[in-house]
């Protein structure tokens, strides 16, 4: 399973959630580029870009989706 969360409060749960087990994506939006790297998170993936615009969502959708081949993805919604 993938998690994709879009806020830092989801960024937060989606790690608590996937533990060691589960990878997770964000955008910047979510955390800063050097709280990223600081973070040391291996299975953290960022994207450069926010993913408030919808388009930018379906994007990094696929994105995923080439990346995870026949995995579920669990994108946060508030």
Not at 38 to 67: C, M, N, Q, V, W
């Amino acid at each position: 399973m993938v998690f994709l969360a879009i806020t830092s409060a989801g960024l937060a749960e989606a790690l608590r959630q996937a533990a060691d087990s589960h990878t997770v994506w964000c955008g910047s939006d979510a955390i800063s580029e050097a709280g990223w790297a600081s973070l040391g998170a291996p299975d953290l993936s960022r994207f450069t870009y926010p993913l408030g615009d919808r388009e930018l969502l379906e994007d990094a959708i696929t994105t995923i989706k080439e990346h995870h081949p026949g995995q579920t993805i669990w994108v946060e919604a508030s």
